[in-house]
């Protein structure tokens, strides 16, 4: 195998570059994306992303959940497309936010962690000014641009939404789990639920109007500035990204959802999720704009199951949240717009690095031209169920790749399971491989019988990597007295 070490030497051990390569212009075209126009048949369709924090693969009743009921949900993945292969850029919070928004890799936006994975309340980096993202790309079309719920992507004023092309933000700015009062600890995630155990600020665009936010009722909240948003922009396209705060542990629900659930108190804030999700769908309804509305709902990285019954389920997949594994990866993906969208069960390669390249496509933005995006195109899926471009998927954590998909083959090169120190990081003397079409769970290796797979899918990963060298952390950056 000695691709194989070249590969981890070379990827993995070396020192960190921040040499940048020059970008070879069919990477920058992205098959040509930068000069898609709309449909004519609709003039600059709306679009919200509906953005789960921590929902599992298994945590749908329309993806096999036995005992939660999402019909609102259920409702726009039979009348739109159900994704069944979609993933995620990051198997945690801010790499995967970042990658969604600018349809980049995190190792390209500065979002490949050194020593952490996401952004803390005493970090000093965040997304970087100089990336542009959907909301930006946009502004430049007319859109009214607002985001409600979790940004993750820098609290301080230089990084906060409003400067990253949101005309609005009503949220919280990081994690609901951190700010704790008495110290991060099981007891008081997976006990009672009590606001004052965690100091986390609710903001309205720059200014923090309440501390501790009342999580209780945060879904609610949000859900109804959700509705405002589209209610006084309804005459204007627009773009809402709408992630929610739920189902992040500690877990809260308003008091009318409380008991409603088989599946206990994650059913409960399930139950409330859903609610919201068909309060979005039927105003756009009501104000006749649904046809007219491409809305996506997906998830930031699997469920956290070291939370136990507080956290959610991958289904079949192998772990969870943290882990280059499925169940950290692969996520729900539920495209929706009447008329537009072909309705189907969609198998093909998708990933939320994808949405950028479709909504430019959809609303005739332009693609940003000057950097590599990693997303691609997916309206001929969507509108007319064709073959989609997408055949491989890069699996980083960290600065490292520790597993790469290619079309039904995904071979692991590293492995370590969520947070644990006892889970250790393995770096594997010889790869994994498995087929995930046939084998989802990752339970039978393949890579003895196909050896010029694995060389396949080493040579895929060292191509992408002369393109992506380790770059600085802006996760890292923090006062003088953390270092």
């Given at each position: ?18 040499a ?7 990477l ?16 600059k ?28 949900i ?42 952490e ?11 970087p000014a ?14 009214k641009t607002?985001?409600i ?17 949101f005309?609005?933000y ?43 936010a009342?999580?209780?009722s945060?879904?609610?909240?949000y ?30 629900a ?10 206990g108190?994650?059913g ?13 769908i ?9 046809r ?12 956290w ?5 507080h ?15 499925e169940g950290?990866m692969?996520?729900?993906?539920i ?18 690095l ?12 332009q ?11 997916l ?27 290619k079309?039904?083959?995904k071979?692991?090169?590293i492995?370590?399971?969520?947070y ?30 196909m ?18 060298p380790?770059?600085?952390s ?10």
């Amino acid at each position: 195998m000695r691709l194989y070490r070249l590969f981890t030497a070379s990827l993995f051990l070396a020192a960190i570059s921040c040499a940048q390569p020059k970008i070879p212009k069919e990477l920058i075209q992205n098959d040509g994306l930068s000069s898609a126009k709309a449909p004519t048949a609709i003039e600059k369709p709306n679009v919200i992303i509906i953005f789960m924090d921590d929902l599992g693969y298994g945590d749908l009743s329309s993806y096999g959940h036995p005992t939660i009921k999402t019909p609102n949900i259920d409702r726009l993945a039979s009348e739109g497309q159900k994704w069944t292969n979609f993933y995620t850029a990051s198997s945690v919070c801010s790499p995967s936010r970042g990658a969604l928004l600018t349809g980049r890799y995190p190792i390209r936006i500065g979002l490949g962690g050194i020593k952490e994975r996401v952004f803390f309340p005493k970090s000093m980096g965040g997304l970087p000014a100089s990336e542009i993202t959907i909301a930006e790309m946009l502004k430049e079309e007319g859109y009214k641009t607002g985001i409600i719920g979790k940004w993750h992507l820098g609290h301080l004023p230089e990084y906060l939404p409003t400067r990253q092309g949101f005309d609005t933000y009503y949220g919280i700015p990081y994690s609901n789990d951190m700010d704790a009062v008495k110290g991060w600890n099981l007891t008081n995630l997976l006990g009672v639920p009590d606001i004052n155990k965690w100091n986390v600020p609710l903001m309205e665009n720059e200014s923090i109007i309440e501390r501790p936010a009342d999580q209780t009722s945060i879904t609610k909240r949000y859900t109804e500035k959700a509705v405002e948003f589209i209610e006084n922009h309804q005459a204007d396209p627009f773009f809402l990204y709408f992630p929610h705060t739920m189902v992040h542990t500690p877990l809260f629900a308003y008091e009318d959802f409380l008991g409603t659930s088989e599946r206990g108190f994650f059913g409960d804030v399930m139950n409330e999720v859903d609610w919201s999700v068909g309060q979005v769908i039927s105003t756009l309804e009501r104000l006749e704009i649904d046809r007219k509305t491409l809305v996506v709902f997906t998830s930031d990285n699997g469920p956290w199951l070291m939370m136990r019954d507080h956290g959610g389920s991958p289904g079949l997949l192998r772990e969870g949240k943290g882990t280059t594994w499925e169940g950290g990866m692969r996520v729900p993906g539920i495209f929706y717009m009447p008329g537009t969208v072909t309705p189907g069960t969609i198998t093909d390669l998708g990933s939320t690095l994808d949405l950028l390249p479709t909504i430019a496509k959809l609303t005739g933005a332009q693609v940003p031209q000057d950097r590599i995006i990693d997303g691609y195109d997916l309206t001929p899926v969507l509108q007319e169920k064709r073959k989609g471009n997408r055949n491989h998927m890069i699996f980083y954590r960290k600065q490292d790749i520790y597993a790469v998909r290619k079309e039904d083959y995904k071979a692991h090169f590293i492995t370590e399971s969520s947070y644990k120190a006892d889970n250790g990081r393995q770096e594997l003397e010889a790869p994994l491989l498995y087929n995930v079409n046939h084998d989802p769970s990752e339970r039978y290796d393949h890579a003895a019988q196909m050896p010029e797979k694995i060389e396949e899918i080493i040579q895929l990963a060292i191509s992408h990597r002369n393109d992506a060298p380790n770059m600085y952390s802006e996760m890292d950056k923090y006062p003088e007295e953390k270092n």
